[in-house]
């Protein structure tokens, strides 16, 4: 059964800091990764979709990238602000279109 | 599009009595999700429709939990009946099926449930 896990779970930086964010997953067979963000009482929006066959997809300040044999993915988030505040959730696609999940890594950037 | 919507938005309800919510997709998607996120389990897949038939529904938690999708512009997840462990918010997602299995799903508002 897959398993995906994202570290930090929360994170707190000051205005204008560049952060990575981790994802691992334990089963390496999959279709695609994706990230999302979600506000709070919000639903989610999907930031980057990276398929298995590439290596990283860029969108604006936004670059995830992606290691399918050692079972891993970083977002990068350039120059952040306090915009940028929200949780992000890591999530694979293992079978199909059926989305595993990680805990997400909550994010605060401070003015 | 106006994107995933879902209703009601948000629903109190107390133990023992039917609880239905509603997705209507964005048009042209073909598969369509059920997802249920709390604190404890974070977000976790319910079920999986693909051109309005049930692919996968391992993730529906137990009988009281049903699905439908009676055509490709509507489905309804109900929970009859409801107890307070229900309690969470259930989101509705919805994609095109790609020839290589996987692309973008795009998520409602969420259904914020309450059972007392």
């Known amino acids: 059964k897959q398993e995906v896990t994202q570290i930090p779970a929360a994170l707190s930086v000051p205005e204008g800091e560049n952060l990575v964010l981790n994802c691992s997953f334990t089963?390496?067979?999959?279709?695609?990764l994706q990230w999302f963000r979600q506000d709070p009482g919000k639903g989610l929006t999907s930031l980057l979709l990276i398929q298995s066959s590439q290596r990283e997809q860029t969108s604006g300040r936004l670059n995830a990238s992606l290691d399918k044999s050692s079972g891993r993915s970083t977002l990068y988030i350039a120059a952040s602000q306090p915009g940028d505040s929200a949780t992000y959730l890591c999530a694979v696609n293992n079978a199909g279109n059926m989305l595993t999940f990680g805990g997400g890594t909550r994010l605060m950037v401070k003015p | 599009d106006a994107g995933v919507i879902q209703s009601p938005r948000h629903e109190v309800t107390e133990m023992g009595q039917e609880v239905t919510l509603r997705c209507k997709p964005i048009s042209g998607h073909n598969s369509l999700f059920w997802y249920r996120q709390t604190m404890m389990r974070g977000l976790e897949l319910l079920i999986y429709?693909?051109?309005?038939?049930?692919?996968?529904d391992s993730g529906m938690p137990e009988d009281r939990f049903s699905a439908k999708m009676p055509n490709a512009s509507f489905s309804t997840l109900k929970i009859q009946p409801s107890e307070p462990r229900d309690s969470a918010v259930y989101f509705c997602?919805?994609?095109?099926?790609?020839?290589?299995?996987?692309?973008?799903?795009?998520f409602g508002p969420g259904t914020r449930l309450l059972v007392l």
């Open positions: 997602a919805s994609s095109k099926r790609g020839l290589a299995g996987g692309e973008t799903q795009y």
């Open positions: 429709f693909n051109n309005n038939v049930p692919i996968d």
């Open positions: 089963d390496s067979a999959i279709y695609n």
